[in-house]
């Protein structure tokens, strides 16, 4: 069964920290994502990553940056955090190449940010 | 981009079948339907996923008619436990291999 592990499932970080989200997949997947959810917005893509080394913004990549140097490991960052960035990180994961998913997405249990 | 539009939330009853409806009128021959369920403070979590016709599993049927715009995922004699917001999802490879989630169905049942 796949695993998709989250490490923290709740943060707290002042303004202007840079915080790290860790993300780890443990069924080789090709594609990783995050989003971030908020009351009344659903789900919004930050980023993915298709391999190794690459990433792709998504909806809302603004204030966020993210790291995949290994193929199980799916990092945001936020450079400076605000309190607007305040909300629950969701990271995923799915198998497929270019972009082509046949099969579901695999999600973490999530990471809950307050940013005070 | 293949948006989804769902309803926002929907009511039932306990033992009642539930039906909820997503159209997706820009879905691609590639894309795949597939249905996420979301307890609080959890992930979504698979429930179904199919490409057209009917798919059934022992927890739900998705129902998806000849053009493909929309999908109806059936929840047969619904509990207090389904009580849940229901996404459906499109996508991929039209979209550059973004998967964008609409605002999703939360769904109450009531005793």
């Known amino acids: 069964d796949v695993k998709v592990t989250q490490s923290s499932r709740y943060l707290v970080k002042r303004t202007g920290e840079k915080v790290f989200l860790e993300c780890v997949q443990d069924m080789d997947h090709e594609n990783m994502f995050w989003y971030r959810q908020d009351p009344g917005l659903g789900l919004r893509l930050i980023y993915f990553?298709?391999?190794?080394?690459?990433?792709e913004k998504g909806d809302i990549p603004e204030g966020y940056s993210v790291s995949r140097e290994k193929k199980e490991r799916f990092s945001l960052i936020l450079e400076s955090a605000s309190t607007n960035q305040t909300s629950m990180y969701l990271c995923?994961?799915?198998?497929?190449?270019?972009?082509?998913?046949?099969?579901?997405?695999?999600f973490g249990n999530g990471t809950r940010l307050t940013v005070t | 981009l293949a948006k989804t539009t769902q309803p926002i939330s929907m009511d039932s009853y306990e033992g009642q079948e539930v039906n909820i409806t997503c159209s997706h009128n820009?879905?691609?021959?590639?894309?795949?339907i597939t249905w996420y369920q979301q307890f609080p403070s959890q992930g979504p979590r698979f429930i179904i996923q199919?490409?057209?016709t009917k798919v059934t599993n022992e927890v739900a049927s998705l129902f998806i008619p000849a053009d493909r715009k929309s999908s109806t995922l059936s929840l047969p004699r619904v509990s207090l436990s389904d009580t849940a917001v229901y996404y459906c999802?499109?996508?991929?490879?039209?979209?550059?291999?973004?998967?964008?989630f609409g605002q999703g169905t939360e769904l109450s049942v009531k005793p």
């Open positions: 995923a994961s799915v198998t497929g190449r270019g972009g082509s998913y046949n099969s579901p997405l695999h």
């Open positions: 820009n879905i691609a021959t590639n894309d795949y």
């Open positions: 990553s298709y391999d190794v080394k690459m990433k």
């Open positions: 199919g490409y057209k």
């Open positions: 999802l499109v996508g991929g490879y039209n979209q550059g291999g973004k998967l964008i």
